[in-house]
């Protein structure tokens, strides 16, 4: 099935994103490899879901060019990015899930509306991808209101799954859950890259995830990508931003015991 | 020079208003084209609940309200018509007052306020859940999904919850009659006949899909308006209930004219 199959999942080429007078990304150039873990990491504020959303087309871009797959990127409303929608699954922060339908029927919502499956397939899809993440087929029947950080953050990265794409965005999978539940989710994007192939593009501030399951990692800074490579490359990075991110208090951890 | 400031700030903001209000009629024309194209698209299931939710369960507040009104209305006419020895007459205002104006108008703002503002909070709350992104990133158009079948149901509930609420406003009209006015309901009804006549129901019923339109417009667009915070969803459904009150009367205004000029 893989005709030519490009080598870049994700290519961004001098991206400019801006609000009003405000340039957020600035001249942004970012090539993510097909089946790796990136992460993205900056500052709060400094634009990491903005290139995240900019990428998956829900905000306009002043200039730059955005291929996912091969195919190039409009406006969301755009035929074209519609067509590249059933490529991608995207884990909100929040998980966005709709808050009117339950677990199972919020995982099998782009089944229903890209394909033609009978009831039953479906509920079958539905149970595989819940096993998929950990959730057991009766929490399929709970809404969105009655689950926890953890349980939401699963369901919605089941439903982003749903359509088997090649390519998984996920905007802070960890936030908002306790180590436990950090490095199990952690492990699940690991075990769920290697066995279905996914190429993962992951907004985290998690240092532990980012050493953990990151295949390279990316720092933007001041709009820019300012550093990119892997974990140990990027702690002996020179920019003054990526040390002070890598080498303040809370990333001691990170670096080997000088004992 | 402050307040230059703040009425050149109110300018910009009336423009950015009308600006989103046809964006939306626009990509509203565009989403119904796409429906009518491919009528299997049309989200039923969400038509038939918001037709129950807008229209059904409105019937009883709807109903107790108009039929309130239609007392008063007979009552103060009653008051007064009768230092002139005018009572049949009262008859006549309420069925006027009712089928052209007041029916339409009263439940029009009572659905604003009912319907609207639900509306905009349950669009607002999805907005900063950021449902709607999700949406759009499976390749759904909001517009379709969600706001097509909420505008649909309120077009086609208004007229009706409009002929429901004028019927209930003339019944209180007549309830008045007999017991403060001692006009049987005989009496009532065969002067009603006189008074009233198909076109003073017609030019009533007439505005009810307009306004329906602008409210579910305004709802609907100051929902999505909504930014991430608590605060921002309640002044955007505040705003949106007085917006759509003020549109209501607004269009009830420009109708008025229009019927005069053309002798309805």
């Not at chain 1, 209101?145 to 369901?155: D, F, I, N, P, Q």
């Not at chain 2, 709607?132 to 208004?158: H, K, Q």
């Not at chain 2, 609420?165 to 007549?174: I, K, N, P, Q, V």
Request: glycine content about 10%.
């Amino acid at each position: 099935m893989q005709q030519a199959a490009p080598q870049f999942a994700i290519r961004v080429s001098d991206l400019v994103v801006g609000f009003g007078r405000q340039v957020v990304i600035d001249h942004l150039s970012l090539h993510v490899r097909r089946g790796e873990i990136l992460g993205l990491v900056g500052a709060s504020g400094g634009g990491k879901t903005v290139l995240m959303r900019t990428i998956i087309g829900l905000i306009p871009r002043r200039s730059g060019e955005i291929e996912v797959m091969g195919a190039a990127i409009g406006r969301s409303e755009d035929r074209s990015t519609q067509n590249a929608a059933g490529r991608w699954g995207i884990l909100f922060q929040q998980g966005a899930l709709f808050s009117s339908l339950t677990v199972r029927q919020n995982i099998q919502f782009p089944l229903r509306e890209n394909l033609v499956l009978s009831e039953a397939l479906m509920d079958e899809i539905a149970t595989a991808k819940l096993e998929m993440v950990g959730l057991l087929p009766e929490d399929g029947d709970k809404f969105p209101s009655e689950l926890s950080g953890g349980m939401t953050k699963r369901v919605a990265l089941a439903r982003a799954l749903a359509l088997d794409p090649a390519i998984v965005f996920l905007d802070e999978p960890t936030s908002g859950l306790d180590p436990i539940a950090a490095g199990d989710f952690d492990a699940l994007i690991k075990t769920l890259q290697k066995t279905l192939g996914l190429t993962v593009f992951m907004v985290t501030h998690d240092l532990a995830s980012l050493n953990t399951v990151c295949d390279r990692v990316a720092a933007l800074a001041d709009g820019k990508i300012v550093a990119i490579g892997p974990m140990r490359e990027l702690l002996q990075s020179e920019h003054p931003w990526v040390r002070a991110y890598f080498h303040g208090k809370r990333s001691l951890m990170l670096q080997p015991k000088a004992s | 020079m402050a307040k230059v400031n703040d009425i050149g700030r109110s300018a910009v903001g009336a423009r950015e208003d009308v600006s989103v209000f046809l964006q939306m009629l626009g990509s509203l024309f565009l989403a119904l084209a796409g429906v009518l194209r491919r009528p299997r698209s049309l989200r039923l299931t969400s038509l038939v609940y918001q037709l129950y939710r807008v229209g059904w369960q409105a019937i009883p507040i709807v109903v107790l309200i108009t039929f309130l009104i239609g007392a008063i209305i007979a009552q103060q006419g009653f008051f007064h018509f009768r230092k002139f020895g005018a009572d049949s007459y009262v008859v006549d205002m309420v069925g006027i007052l009712v089928l052209r104006e007041l029916g339409v108008l009263i439940v029009a703002i009572m659905v604003a306020g009912r319907s609207g503002s639900a509306y905009t909070a349950e669009l607002g709350s999805m907005k900063m859940r950021e449902e709607i992104d999700a949406l759009s990133t499976m390749g759904l158009d909001p517009v379709e999904v969600l706001i097509l079948p909420r505008i649909i149901a309120l077009v086609c509930a208004l007229p009706i919850l409009s002929f429901i609420g004028s019927m209930a406003a003339l019944y209180g009209g007549g309830l008045v009659a007999q017991i403060y006015g001692d006009m049987g309901p005989a009496i009532y009804i065969a002067r009603l006949h006189d008074a009233v006549s198909v076109t003073s129901f017609k030019v009533g019923i007439i505005k009810a899909p307009f306004m329906a339109l602008a409210i579910g417009i305004v709802a609907c667009s100051e929902g999505l308006r909504v930014k991430g915070s608590a605060e921002s969803l309640g002044k955007q459904t505040t705003t949106s209930v007085v917006k759509s009150i003020f549109l209501v009367i607004v269009l009830d205004g420009l109708f008025a004219v229009f019927f005069a000029s053309i002798g309805m």
